[in-house]
Structure formats: structure tokens, C-alpha cells
Nanobody, 115 residues
Framework: QVQLVESGGGAVQAGGSLTLSCAAS????????LAWYRQAPGKQREMVAL???????NYADSIKGRFTISRDNAKNTVYLQMNSLKPEDTGVYYC?????????WGQGTQVTVSS
């Protein structure tokens, strides 16, 4: 069983910053890619950032240059540093990993950005 738990969400003003964390028990992060997704109200879930086991990253165009994904395998934790937040960044953010072709998700953490 893979368990992911997000934290760090909240309400911020446009232009502000927020850091999200995703922690898991065991050593599941090592050797697997990790990603952050978000789902805005009335919208489909979309990937915003990904980091491979080797530390390479990929970002959605909408957040490129503003968000940074990082991982600490020793702590089984992945982070999303969010800067210059915009109202359109509002949504529920989810941590994701794929193990043996199965998708695993955290419970999500709410991010609300006011204009």
C-alpha cells in the first residue's frame, strides 16, 4: 500500500508564496517519479510539475518560472515551492506517484489565491 499525505495549503494574496509538502511512509519515493497535480473548481485535474528519480524536472507552461519541485528521498518527501501566485492557481493540489503501473494519490490540499 502506498500512502501520500499533502500539507501546506492555505489562503494567500496574489503575488504571495506558499510551500506544499507531500510525505510518505517507507521508501517509495526513491526510484520513482513524483508529480504535483491540481484541480481548479469545475476543471479537470492537470499536472503542474514532475520530478524524476534522477532529479530532472518538468513544468506546465502556466507555472514555469514560478514554481519549483524538489525531493528529499531520505525523508520520503516531495515539495512544491510556489511563488508569484495568481488567482488562477487556486485549486486542490495533489501529490502523485506511479508504482508498478498503478497511480497513487494523496488526499489533496487546498490553495486559494485572492486578487
Amino acid at each position: 500500500q502506498v500512502q501520500l499525505v499533502e500539507s501546506g495549503g492555505g489562503a494567500v494574496q496574489a503575488g504571495g508564496s506558499l510551500t506544499l509538502s507531500c510525505a510518505a511512509s517507507g521508501s517509495i519515493f526513491a526510484g520513482h517519479p513524483l508529480a504535483w497535480y491540481r484541480q481548479a473548481p469545475g476543471k479537470q485535474r492537470e499536472m503542474v510539475a514532475l520530478i524524476t528519480s534522477g532529479g530532472f524536472t518538468n513544468y506546465a507552461d502556466s507555472i514555469k518560472g514560478r514554481f519549483t519541485i524538489s525531493r528529499d528521498n531520505a525523508k520520503n518527501t516531495v515539495y512544491l515551492q510556489m511563488n508569484s501566485l495568481k488567482p488562477e492557481d487556486t485549486g486542490v493540489y495533489y501529490c502523485n506517484t506511479v508504482v508498478r503501473q498503478n497511480n497513487y494519490w494523496g488526499q489533496g490540499t487546498q490553495v486559494t489565491v485572492s486578487s
